[in-house]
């Protein structure tokens, strides 16, 4: 304890090796009108107290770069507890490394304090993951942790300077992706390094230096080490970058969609099931750009459909009972799945809910869809169809007569019922059961 108090005591006045790059607007082109105001009077307060502090990673490289940025991140030289005591409206979360949550309006504002540079006292696992670094360091050091270039500049909305440790403004421009330090045993640190990447540079239309492409194809088995809900997280934000078409594709180029969703690789191998997950994530990438509401069960609804039917045709031709062998198949992969992902609870229930329904949109008579028209899937199940249609996996009568179906009124719809012929058969073998002297009674025998 005694030793981690006097690490950060001399860091945090360690003079810095080096100066950054200044970039000023002219250069940098970052209109400050864009910038959350929130984020800004954050930046003012904590230099208004004497502090450093600046918008960083993400937000300005997006801003570089021309997209709209989702979050706004600070990085500061004042401790959680300083930044704590400057906001009414904050809280310090966080033990791995704490940080603070500061509440502007119905925005938070993530402020984190620099962190120092890994040394021999840093924990990791036997494969070089960082288990344990809440050491606080200096900006420069700060600027070495971040994993590549182009997410270690620092904006000051104040000045409308960027500072640039690593060229990160350059490499934006030069559309190229570069990592801090030696990719290696940046993959190593930490594994979803290799699918940052892969994201990064999809939507931002980035080529990945040779130095971070070249290990990533021997070194992706380190996957299997990152815990699942961390993988799962990296995932949804993948795939709900509003470029998961490319994403998916720079993913099999380097050899990563092996393992991450463990059946992917193999509905990426079957025609028709390729299809179907391009055109989910095709019109998945088109909502998000649209600013559309997505949901993360369809879409992993979509890419684990197959693995369900294939699942469900082996239960089916063991003569088992086709509503139950379909549950028992969609256990069977999602329990697959939680090995690598940790699938919330909630998001498995969207997922099944969905499968369930698809083989009621088969019973087009009786009362059946009148009560399937009812559910509170039904949307999302009825979406789901049609993608199964546009992709060949059924009839695009079937889909075009429910759409049809939900555009009529009840009269319509009653006039639209298929003749119920499953009623017809039970009710004649349940004539053929009458006894003799009935049935020669109706004959007049």
């Known amino acids: 304890m005694i030793r981690k108090l006097l690490r950060r005591v001399f860091r945090r006045d360690a003079p810095s090796r ?28 904590l230099q208004g107290a004497g502090h450093t502090a600046y918008i960083v990673g993400g937000a300005v490289r997006d801003l570089i770069a021309g997209f709209e940025p989702k979050d706004f991140d600070i990085a500061t030289n004042a401790t959680p507890e300083q930044v704590r005591s400057l906001f009414r409206r904050s809280r310090i979360i966080g033990r791995r490394f704490q940080i603070v949550h500061v509440m502007m309006g119905p925005d938070t504002i993530e402020v984190s304090t620099f962190r120092a540079a890994h040394d021999e006292n840093t924990v990791k696992d036997e494969h070089g993951r960082v288990l344990r670094d809440n050491i ?14 182009v997410n270690a500049l620092y904006y000051d909305p104040v000045t409308e300077i960027v500072f640039d440790y690593h060229n990160g403004v350059a490499d934006l421009k030069q559309k190229t992706m570069r990592m801090i330090g030696e990719p290696k ?10 699918l940052r990447a892969v994201r990064l540079s999809a939507k931002l239309g980035l080529t ?8 990533i194809k021997e070194m992706a088995a380190l996957i299997e080490n990152v815990p699942p809900a961390r993988l799962f997280d990296e995932m949804l934000k993948l795939l709900f970058s509003g470029y998961a078409v490319e994403c998916v594709k720079r993913l099999r180029a380097e050899g990563l969609h092996h393992g991450l969703l463990p059946l992917l690789d193999v509905i990426l191998e079957q025609p028709l099931g390729e299809k179907f997950v391009m055109l989910a994530l095709t019109s998945t990438d088109e909502r998000v750009r649209a600013g559309k509401p997505t949901s993360p069960g369809f879409l992993f609804a979509t890419l684990l459909w197959h693995e369900v039917l294939a699942d469900w045709e082996k239960r089916k031709a063991r003569k088992e009972l086709p509503v139950p062998a379909l549950y028992e198949a969609m256990d069977a992969v999602l329990d697959q799945q ?32 009148l009560r399937m028209i009812e559910q509170p899937r039904f949307r999302a199940a009825y979406d789901f169809l049609l993608l199964r249609a546009e992709s060949g996996e059924v009839e695009q009568e079937l889909a075009d007569w429910w759409t049809e179906f939900q555009r009529v009124d009840h009269a319509g719809r009653e006039a639209m019922l298929l003749p119920d012929t499953g009623k017809k058969r039970r009710r004649s073998r349940s004539r053929s059961r009458k006894g003799p002297s009935e049935g020669a009674a109706e004959t007049g025998e």
């Open 136 to 149: 606080w360091g200096t900006m420069e050091e700060d600027a070495a942790r971040r994993d590549f270039t």
């Open 338 to 369: 939680a090995e690598k992902l940790a699938i919330t609870r909630r998001i498995a229930g969207d997922i099944k809910d969905i499968w369930i329904l698809q083989p009621r949109f088969d019973k087009r008579a009786g009362k059946s869809p």
């Open 185 to 194: 045993s940046r993959y190593r640190e930490d594994p979803v390094r290799m």
């Open 208 to 215: 990945l230096d040779p130095a971070v492409s070249a290990p």
């Open 18 to 45: 080096h100066e950054p790059a200044t970039i000023p607007h002219a250069r940098h082109g970052i209109e400050r009108a864009l910038v959350h105001s929130g984020a800004r009077r954050v930046c003012e307060t």
